[in-house]
């Protein structure tokens, strides 16, 4: 064989070869996740199961080919920042994330790395994506409509027990989403319903029991809770310091559960779940500014019969036809 033939054989082989080692290296790629969450992991259990059963079935295992740097902020939006400054300098291939506050520390920390919401209330009008068509810059993911579903509480509430009039709203005066969004779109409800909202501002767990002592002096007659990160990790001691007032208490997904009267939310398990579609998109090669925004499709009425009994009170039979669940 003389020389020539052998030069073109080798780089024959050498063209062969390049895509194959490329496609080996991609295939064995382990991909980095960052997860940054305002909230404590407790409060996020169910819906971090639900994002990587999405993943496991576009085939991410972690272990295998998948990390997920988990920061959390445990309800002080103050550390927010540091914590996605973090996740930047580990160079995670993707932040995902949920809710206002942390999806805000996040875009502000870079404008390079993809950002995946897992929900979040009107991202357009809190300035993260240009339009949910096109987002533009680097962030998408799942919307939820939290301003029509604080509303949507409202009358739930009232539609359970007509004679109410005077409603506290339990919020955190540090989320945007609570101040900007949800409690205007409440405020414009209980003009048409007739109902007095009165706001109660808790930062943190050491204000809840000032807030409920300022409800009784006022004579609420029913709480509804805001999505809230802080709130949310403490809807343990929020039902039980309703129940101690006798007060009906309705709020996000999961108030049922720890023991409030009842729940209305987009289902956050399927949204979570959606979530791993766009990670998946932009780990082959989309641009979040294409990927368009998805809102949440499925919401659900979660009413608590025990609690009802404790206080005393009867769900209409028509409230309880609507119910997605009931727990006994």
């Known amino acids: 064989m003389n020389n020539r033939r052998k030069l073109l054989i080798a780089l024959g082989a050498g063209a062969l070869a390049a895509p194959l080692t490329s496609f080996a290296q991609q295939k064995g790629k382990v991909w980095r996740i960052g997860f940054l969450s305002a909230a404590a992991a407790s409060g996020l259990a169910p819906r971090m199961e639900a994002l990587r059963a999405g993943l496991r079935d576009?085939?991410?295992?972690?272990?295998?080919?998948?990390?997920?740097?988990?920061?959390?902020?445990?309800?002080?939006?103050?550390?927010?920042?540091?914590?996605?400054?973090e996740l930047v300098r580990l160079k995670v291939d993707v932040i995902v994330t949920a809710g206002p506050p942390a999806i805000l520390a996040a875009k502000q920390a870079t404008t390079t790395i993809p950002i995946v919401m897992a929900t979040s209330a009107d991202p357009v009008a809190l300035g993260f994506v240009a339009s949910l068509a096109r987002p533009g810059g680097n962030v998408t993911g799942m919307a939820s409509f939290g301003p029509e579903g604080a509303a949507k509480r409202l009358e739930l509430l009232q539609d359970a027990f007509p004679r109410t009039r005077q409603v506290a709203v339990l919020l955190n005066p540090g989320n945007p989403g609570n101040i900007k969004l949800?409690?205007?779109?409440?405020?414009?409800?209980?003009?048409?319903?007739?109902?007095?909202?009165?706001?109660?501002?808790?930062?943190?767990?050491?204000?809840?029991?000032?807030?409920f002592a300022a409800m009784a002096e006022r004579r609420i007659d029913a709480v509804v809770i805001l999505d809230d990160a802080v709130l949310i990790?403490?809807?343990?001691?929020?039902?039980?310091?309703?129940?101690?007032?006798?007060?009906?208490?309705?709020?996000?997904?999961?108030?049922?559960?720890a023991g409030g009267l009842m729940a209305y939310e987009a289902n956050r398990r399927e949204t979570y779940r959606r979530a791993a579609y766009f990670v998946d998109r932009i780990l082959k090669g989309a641009k979040p500014a294409d990927l368009p925004v998805e809102q949440a499709t499925r919401f659900e009425t979660v009413l608590n019969q025990k609690t009802a009994k404790a206080l005393g009170l009867q769900f209409p039979q028509a409230v309880l036809a609507r119910a997605d669940r009931v727990i006994e």
Do not use: C, H
């Open 58 to 85: 576009l085939g991410y295992v972690e272990g295998k080919n998948l990390v997920i740097e988990f920061r959390r902020a445990e309800g002080y939006y103050e550390r927010l920042p540091e914590l996605a400054a």
């Open 182 to 211: 949800m409690l205007p779109a409440m405020e414009a409800t209980a003009k048409s319903l007739k109902l007095e909202l009165q706001p109660f501002g808790v930062r943190g767990p050491g204000d809840l029991d000032s807030a």
């Open 233 to 257: 990790a403490n809807f343990g001691p929020i039902a039980k310091l309703a129940a101690k007032m006798r007060l009906p208490s309705v709020g996000p997904s999961g108030l049922a559960e």
